[in-house]
């Protein structure tokens, strides 16, 4: 395949300032193409919804074992600092996602607990760039956490409860 030269150049610019090889790039990227894609059209599903918050779950999981890796070495290298912010880009796209979902829409606390969620990712992502110290991002996780935990909570229980609901009549 021709790409036009300034973007072939602009491509392995960026894949060289994140490490990777220009191949390596275009499949990350076509992978996230496919990947809002498919979630694009199932958001809106149950199965969407299902989806959205196991990958919030793993991504949640993610972030917290990346910090905690980068927090035993001291300093977050450069690399490690732009696995973490995608990480926290996925988690938002993630959060945003299912904020727009019939289900959230349809349970105002639930819908409250997705608003906090963004508003926890969006503080973890600004204490990590800004170098703040480890107690004050630890705190953070921690309240990511529970805001996810309480998320995942209401949803499922809505969920099945509507899932029983339908099924019985």
């Given at each position: 395949m021709r790409l036009d030269p300034v973007l072939?150049?602009?491509l392995e610019a960026y894949a060289l300032a994140k490490g990777l090889s220009v191949s390596q790039l275009v499949r990350r990227v076509l992978m996230d193409f496919a990947h809002e894609v498919a979630s694009s059209q199932l958001y809106s599903t149950q199965e969407g919804v299902e989806y959205t918050l196991d990958r919030i779950k793993v991504l949640v999981g993610t972030?917290?074992?990346?910090?905690?890796?980068?927090?035993?070495?001291g300093i977050p290298t450069q690399k490690q600092g732009g696995e973490l912010y995608d990480t926290v880009l996925a988690l938002l796209k993630?959060?945003?996602?299912?904020?727009?979902?019939?289900?959230?829409?349809?349970?105002?606390?639930?819908?409250?607990?997705?608003?906090?969620?963004?508003?926890?990712?969006?503080?973890?992502?600004?204490?990590?760039?800004?170098?703040?110290?480890?107690?004050?991002?630890?705190?953070?996780?921690?309240?990511?956490?529970?805001?996810?935990?309480?998320?995942?909570?209401?949803?499922r229980a809505r969920e099945s409860g509507t899932t029983a609901n339908t099924g019985g009549s």
């Open positions: 072939k150049g602009g972030l917290e074992v990346q910090w905690y890796s980068a927090a035993v070495t993630e959060a945003v996602r299912l904020a727009q979902s019939e289900s959230a829409a349809k349970n105002v606390s639930a819908c409250i607990d997705v608003m906090c969620l963004v508003s926890a990712v969006s503080r973890i992502a600004l204490s990590i760039l800004s170098g703040d110290d480890r107690p004050g991002i630890e705190r953070l996780m921690d309240e990511l956490k529970k805001t996810s935990e309480s998320i995942q909570a209401r949803l």
